[in-house]
């Protein structure tokens, strides 16, 4: 702002002396103004280029200024460097600048990498011959630029807005509520005149509840509990009974692992496989399980390994593995110098998971939407830059590193001794590839002019000592030394490699060398401007770290995010909550509280679930407790044309949303209706030995690996998407799902026609049928209970009587033999049953 | 066309389905109910912008990183001061000269080297590119960004804007197509759909028994496979009966019909026994065989003949690829696999009258250098490459842009990738500024927030 500001000043000024001829030279002098014209050359052509390729070592944020030249002020561009004047005015053949960027004198070439474009070139000598017009001054650089937000304005926004304990709003109708959630419901719906539908029945209840605490369909036996508990609180036991299940952490740990956009790969270009992350996820789904309070469970992800150890034997190494949340950031390609894109990655998750924020939108400007200024995205930069993130090995570097160990004492020492061993190894080895690059080439050329040397009419000149590529240059090794030095750290390495580490790990994080970052403008970590002090969002209460702070910062982070005075982690949970109950949030966007996101419908609501949340002592079983009693949960989904007519899409819950099955309720519900599913929790992948990985961009890991257990214990890749997962709309592995998209493909379709899993479950189910009941209409009524929780109308018996009755026919036309085509029938009918609607939606 | 046979067929099914009485009476019609409603189908036909100049997009695309000093743009200089000792590159290794001569080809006399003798003499249909620029210097980074214009994140494919931007012809096949023997860098990212609807992703298509997983009927006759269609149409209606506002509901029904379709209609499009011997020469593909880039070729003339709206080409892998470190004589096998193949294709579209409104794309990730990496070999190079396009509104016979003497960097007409990207959409009538999609907040877009149409090559 402040700079176009100048820039109109400058114009403004302009318009005032007289105008300067474009080719008379300008002389260097303060007093001098350049023309109007001679700026917006300047702004257009010269200032970008300047600042892009030259900044980083003549301006006063370079780390270290390269000839004493600075080239981001008038003044020291007219001063020039060590060397002297770089610019005269008027004359470019006279300008050293020129000189350096025209690329041809050895001497002198810059940018010293790579020149400027052709066109670029141009450009400066135009402006030199112009006079070198620049409005830039000293004083306009040195000063800091002011706040781009107004707080005070930015704090009136709904979600900056501190949580209110709203008052539960007065309803005509007194029978309808339950309990208070349903008086702020109905307290809309009386508003906008809708008239919620009548309540789903029993049977659509309990498999509503069920796939929705657990993921999987209720049995017939907790059906039938359900359906003949006549004591009023029947449906009270039910949701306490599904709390209660240890299928329920692996649902909503599930929901969290969206957010967290876990995977068991490291998303480098060659997807190194992480077969210590299960902990981190088995780790989340114990927390649900427990219900581990919601401030607890964040803090201890972001800086599990800096709280007091718990004291249970078996929790012990919970605050580390927890950690493994930071862990998961995604890595990017080969080397270390795409780091910054990792922490990116952190903060983009950390804000949109935690806080709702796309904080991550500062990383490269100031947000332009939310008051995020690219100085807060910094602060929290410097927070994990002072971290250290576990390094599961890419394709160069393939031994990993800095995992932490989960034992004590000698133990832990040998792994990081072992690590380190190997990691130097990997250095070094990088090292002598570098070298040998050069001498290879040497001895190739060495060869040519040895055939040369045979035919000598191919010589044109004489080649003295010092042209001679054969040779090497004084104090240059010989291609066989590096040899040597590569065979033998590469027998070092083998020998490492042989006795690989059995010490219990964790991809975590721990504390790296505590420090501030430097702004990296528009998100180039190459160009650097001022350093700012780690701490939190100014929006949020611009927390800084105390200055004799020796950490990294992200305990006092983990304590900041988690403060119950914080407006947006409890409103962002309670939404989640409310979301994963009803289809959709009462903020839709629940990633994004900013100004781009959409306004919540309920906003009293949503501040009332917050403050119970914080007043439940973050307690998320008694969120899903008070919401599953309500009457609004309760609803049926039945359609009903007068309230469609004003409120179609149902944003004020005169119904219960229908929604399609996730693709890990549709897989688990198959397994579990044909008997197939284990259901025993799953540790470790079967990955191959780490000491055997040689995974690179050219052959990357890629694997799957198949089972019966649960759909979240499934190997996930990031390179590659698990095979179900991806055509059922699975979690993203690349960035956080808030919603899980659900589309309708016929390649879907295609897996219930055509799957072999498909074919699979329907036999196995049809053999569980056929096992159970010998009577034909006795097997179609135990299908139907299985898979829908009901009974069949007598239409759909006949129906299926018939169709049994002809596909037997069609199995002997088709050549079955006769002791297969009852069960082929049986499997044929029961696979359109687990394809059908009724059994991939939910009501 | 195909288009018209497959719908045909597909309504077929359902008039038999009918005809034994599997179907319930009155649910006909609303089966053959209009299939260009665009809120059950996000794959229903839709229009762009404006007017387009084409229709659809073969993409071809070259894994690995193609050498453009040894391909699409001459460098006699780079001939002439290789394998002097005096004259290094900047940084002081030693220039490489290329293996190819160029020669002229056509009447337009684009020069196009020794190693593609078949496309060189396509040149006056060809818009060559010789001033391509990528954001990447790596494979995988490099691979992302020429098909989704990110070389960080994972982003929607080009392919899949595409989809999402047109929706499709043909209900009874993918709206994208790709033909990728092995995986590429990235693998399936670099057709995946992202945050678009997934219905937009890619479909790889292989050769072979079963080209899409799925698709062949397990069920043991056509008998049966009817009858349980039948079956399951039963349920799914008697289950809307209660529900019959949810489009989402009919969208699943639609989508068994459909997956029917695909699966009569992908075997159709894959059997090559009616082509003719001399088109199967085109493209130099021996009868029989499915192997090698002529294969992929004649598939996608197939494939956009019957409605598909975007294929993507994939030669090679992430490995055995153009990228010839140690030896660019690597490049020869390659270029064969692909050169006839290329030239039959846009010989076959012309004479059928198709390259008017097919746009013919040609790419790679990144160009090679023009100094040694391994003794005989080019490193990757993304300052500067050669790409082009071909049929649906360019300018056939042209050369766009300018390397420097030696082919290190761009010196003239700058094509960067995202202006690459915001033409093809061009062409294909959209504004690449406003075919976006919201997405956490933000409404996102091919050409993130760049992007220029290359005018100068628009016929």
């Known amino acids: ?621 008694s969120m899903h407790k008070l919401i599953m009693m309500s009457r609004t949960y309760q609803l049926a989904c039945d359609d009903e044309p007068t309230n469609s007519a004003v409120d179609y899409d149902n944003d004020y819950l005169w119904r219960f949303n229908r929604r399609r099955l996730s693709a890990e309720e549709i897989r688990d519900a198959m397994l579990f209706m044909s008997a197939e599913l284990d259901e025993s929790p799953s540790g470790p992948h079967p990955f191959p030995p780490e000491t055997e990985w040689k995974y690179t961009q050219h052959k990357p890991f890629v694997a799957n690996y198949d089972s019966h257990r649960r759909g979240i214990y499934l190997m996930q890749q990031r390179i590659k998407k698990q095979p179900f997962l991806e055509v059922f709309d699975g979690a993203d592995t690349n960035a956080t799902t808030a919603v899980r998209a659900m589309s309708t493909t016929p390649i879907q379709a295609l897996f219930v026609m055509n799957d072999p899993f498909a074919h699979e479950m329907a036999e196995k189910f049809a053999i569980r049928v056929g096992l159970a009941v010998v009577e034909e209409d006795k097997r179609i009524e135990y299908a139907y209970r299985l898979a829908y929780g009901r009974m069949p109308t007598s239409e759909e018996r006949q129906m299926g009587h018939e169709y049994l009755k002809e596909c037997k026919e069609k199995m002997k036309e088709a050549g079955l033999p006769w002791d297969q085509q009852t069960k082929a029938a049986l499997a044929s009918y029961s696979r359109m049953i687990l394809g059908s609607n009724e059994f991939f939606f939910l009501e | 066309m195909g288009v018209e046979r497959n719908q045909f067929s597909r309504r077929q099914m359902i008039r038999s389905l009918a005809a034994g009485s599997i179907l319930m009476p009155g649910i006909l019609q609303q089966l053959l109910a209009d299939e260009s409603r665009g809120d059950v189908n996000p794959l229903a036909p839709r229009a762009p912008h404006y007017a387009p100049r084409a229709k659809r997009v073969i993409f071809m695309y070259m894994s690995g990183g193609v050498s453009h000093m040894d391909s699409f743009d001459p460098k006699p200089k780079l001939f002439a001061d290789a394998g002097s000792s005096r004259i290094k590159s900047p940084n002081g290794r030693p220039y490489l000269r290329p293996l190819w001569e160029f020669k002229p080809g056509g009447t337009c006399g684009t020069e196009v080297s020794d190693l593609f003798p078949n496309v060189r003499q396509c040149v006056d249909d060809i818009c060559l590119i010789r001033s391509m620029k990528g954001d990447h210097n790596d494979h995988f980074q490099a691979t992302l960004g020429i098909h989704t214009g990110s070389v960080t994140f994972a982003r929607p494919s080009i392919g899949s804007w595409v989809s999402y931007g047109l929706g499709t012809v043909n209900q009874n096949l993918p709206s994208f197509v790709v033909l990728a023997p092995q995986l590429p860098y990235a693998g399936s990212q670099v057709w995946s759909a992202d945050f678009l609807p997934g219905c937009h992703q890619g479909t790889r298509v292989l050769a072979g028994a079963e080209p899409i997983p799925d698709l062949n009927r397990r069920s043991p006759s056509q008998a049966v496979q009817e009858m349980e269609l039948g079956l399951l149409d039963r349920f799914n209606h008697m289950h809307q009966r209660k529900h019959p506002a949810d489009p989402v509901l009919s969208a699943r029904i639609k989508s068994f019909e459909t997956a029917f379709g695909m699966q009569q209609a992908m075997p159709e499009v894959l059997d090559l026994t009616h082509e003719s011997d001399a088109t199967l020469d085109l493209y130099g593909l021996e009868r029989g065989s499915s192997k090698g880039f002529g294969w992929q070729c004649l598939v996608a003339r197939r494939l956009v003949e019957r409605g598909v709206r975007f294929v993507e080409l994939i030669d090679t892998g992430s490995n055995n690829n153009w990228d010839s470190h140690s030896d660019m004589k690597q490049h020869g096998p390659l270029a064969k696999n692909v050169d006839m193949a290329i030239a039959g294709l846009l010989r076959d579209l012309k004479s059928r009258g198709m390259l008017e409104d097919t746009l013919v794309v040609w790419t790679t990730e990144f160009g090679r250098t023009p100094f040694t990496d391994g003794p005989n070999g080019r490193s990757h190079h993304n300052s500067v490459f050669s790409s082009w396009l071909a049929g649906g509104g360019v300018k056939g016979g042209i050369v766009h842009g300018k390397s420097d003497e030696y082919g290190g960097r761009v010196i003239e007409n700058e094509v960067h990738v995202h202006d690459f990207h915001a033409t093809i959409l061009h062409l294909l009538g959209f504004d690449h500024e406003r075919l976006t999609f919201r997405h956490a907040g933000r409404d996102f877009r091919l050409t993130d927030v760049s992007g220029n149409v290359v005018k100068a090559i628009l016929a």
């Open chain 1, 1 to 621: 702002m402040k700079r176009y500001f100048q820039i109109i000043l400058g114009f403004a000024f302009a318009m005032l002396v007289p105008r300067l001829s474009l080719a008379v030279p300008a002389a260097a002098g303060p007093a001098t103004k350049p023309s109007a014209e001679g700026i917006e050359y300047f702004e257009k052509n010269i200032r970008p280029v300047l600042v892009e390729r030259c900044y980083r070592c003549h301006s006063k944020d370079a780390e270290k200024v390269k000839g004493g030249l600075l080239v981001d002020t008038r003044e020291g561009l007219l001063k020039g460097g060590e060397n002297g004047v770089v610019i005269v005015p008027g004359n470019p053949d006279k300008s050293r600048l020129i000189t350096a960027i025209r690329y041809h004198d050895e001497e002198i070439r810059m940018p010293p990498k790579e020149p400027l474009a052709e066109q670029q070139i141009a450009h400066f000598e135009e402006w030199v011959r112009m006079g070198a017009p620049d409005p830039r001054t000293a004083a306009m650089v040195a000063k800091p630029a002011p706040p781009p937000y107004d707080y005070a304005k930015a704090r009136e926004f709904w979600a900056f807005q501190p949580v209110r304990d709203a008052q539960v709003p007065v309803v005509s109708d007194q029978h309808w509520a339950i309990n208070d959630l349903d008086r702020f419901i109905l307290a809309k719906l009386e508003a906008k005149g809708l008239k919620p539908v009548g309540s789903a029945d029993r049977v659509v209840l309990i498999r509503r509840a069920t796939f929705d605490l657990t993921g999987l369909p209720p049995t017939p036996e907790e059906v039938e509990a359900f359906l003949t508990d006549t004591s009023p609180t029947a449906w009270e036991k039910v949701v306490d009974r599904l709390l209660a299940s240890p299928h329920y952490g692996e649902q909503w740990g599930r929901h969290w692992l969206d957010l967290a956009r876990y995977a068991d790969t490291s998303g480098c270009n060659s997807d190194y496989p992480v077969p210590s992350a299960y902990k981190y996820r088995n780790y989340v789904i114990k927390s649900f399980n427990a219900d581990k309070p919601y401030d607890e469970f964040l803090k201890e992800q972001i800086a599990g390994d800096l709280l007091p150890r718990p004291e249970k034997t078996e929790d012990k190494w919970d605050g580390i593995i927890a950690t493994g949340y930071l862990a998961e950031a995604r890595r990017f390609g080969s080397r270390a110098a795409e780091f910054h894109l990792t922490i990116e990655d952190t903060i983009d998750n950390v804000g949109k998971t935690m806080l709702g924020l796309s904080v991550s939108c500062a990383r490269c400007h100031d947000h332009k939407f939310d008051p995020i200024p690219t100085s807060d995205y910094y602060a929290l930069y410097g927070i994990f830059k002072s971290t250290k993130y576990a390094f599961p090995g890419t394709e160069i570097y393939k031994h990993t590193k800095d995992f932490v160990p989960l034992v004590d004492g000698e133990e832990a020492e040998s792994l990081r001794k072992y690590e380190k061993e190997l990691t130097e190894i990997d250095d070094q080895m990088e090292r002598l590839v570098q070298e040998r690059t050069p001498l290879l080439v040497r001895e190739k050329q060495r060869e040519l002019k040895e055939v040369c040397a045979v035919f000598p009419v191919a010589r044109h000149q004489r080649v003295s000592h010092k042209d001679d590529p054969g040779l090497p240059e004084p104090g240059q090794r010989s291609l066989l030394q590096v040899k040597a030095d590569m065979a033998e750290l590469r027998e070092r390495q083998l020998r490492l490699e042989f006795k690989p580490m059995t010490v219990e790990k964790a991809y975590a994080a721990q504390e790296g060398a505590p420090g501030d970052a430097k702004i990296q403008r528009k998100g180039d970590p190459q160009n650097q401007a001022e350093t700012v002090r780690r701490g939190f969002l100014t929006i949020l209460g611009g927390q800084k770290l105390a200055q004799d702070c020796k950490g990294s910062g992200r305990l006092e982070l983990a304590n900041w995010i988690a403060d119950p005075k914080n407006p947006l982690t409890a409103r962002v949970m309670a939404n989640r909550i409310w979301q994963y109950h009803f289809g959709r949030g009462i903020v839709q966007t629940p990633n994004d509280f900013g100004s781009r996101g959409k306004a919540p419908t309920h906003p009293e609501l949503l501040d009332w679930l917050a403050s119970r949340l914080v007043e439940g002592g973050w307690s998320i079983k």
